[in-house]
């Protein structure tokens, strides 16, 4: 089932994105313009590293400061990337949500890929990409440093799978949470919303080519 814009009742979604094609096994692509675990394909795996903050701020936990040029970038749960250096950026979901970014006249962009929704945060903990609300905050920093909004953003949405067994009677329903913290948010913020494929019970792989804003989303079996 293709999606193409939002439905009305966004708790469950499910379906192919955009330009959905099926192949063996019925493994589907989608493939649009502007369009977690390790798959064990190449690419270079950037660990978030930790910067010496300002006195009185708290550094953000799960950014990815730098990115090597033209290579691509392995986005780890929790982690989150803004900016134009990696030749392309790829992670794989599970009951995480991904959301990725592209300013088509800047040519800059980024992905997060989130754990959980959100948490009970206090005053002494740093901002953390592992929840949703936390990750997708740390972007629009990131896009306002860059003098941009993010009504200019082309996004695309993926994840949110049922992983657990089906013989399994008490689910925590994480990967419906973190899909609906993400269209609220979509939403809230004013994001152009391009490609979305979310819900059902199977991995995908999300790939971002940083150089045409390509995003290329592959279902794996189960």
């Known amino acids: 089932m ?13 379906g192919h994105a955009a330009g959905a094609a099926h192949g063996p096994g019925g493994a589907g692509v989608g493939t649009s313009h502007a369009a977690g675990h390790h798959t064990g ?3 270079a795996h950037a660990k978030a590293a930790p910067r010496a903050a300002a006195p009185g701020v708290m550094s953000p936990v799960g950014l990815v400061r730098h990115a090597k040029a033209e290579h691509e970038l392995l986005l780890m749960p929790g982690h989150y990337y803004f900016g134009r250096e990696p030749g392309s950026i790829r992670t794989l979901l599970g009951s995480c949500v991904a959301l990725t970014l592209w300013h088509p006249k800047r040519r800059i962009g980024g992905m997060c890929h989130y754990l959980l929704p959100e948490r009970q945060r206090n005053a002494t903990q740093p901002p953390d990409g592992r929840f949703g609300n936390e990750a997708i905050a740390l972007l ?17 949405l993926y ?5 657990l067994p089906d013989h399994l009677t008490h689910k925590t329903q994480v990967g419906v949470r973190n899909i609906e913290l993400g269209w609220t948010l979509v939403d809230r913020h004013g994001f152009q919303l391009v490609g979305v494929d979310v819900g059902d019970n199977v991995p995908r792989t999300v790939r971002l080519d940083m150089r045409s804003g390509e995003v290329t989303m592959r279902r794996s079996e189960r």
Do not use: M
Not at 159 to 163: E, N
């Open 2 to 14: 293709a999606i193409h814009h939002k439905p009305a009742h966004p708790a469950v979604r499910h």
């Open 159 to 163: 994840g949110g799978a049922d992983t």
């Open 140 to 156: 629009i920093e990131q896009i306002t440093r860059a003098g941009t909004q993010p009504t200019e953003y082309e996004v695309h």
């Open 41 to 43: 394909q190449t690419g």
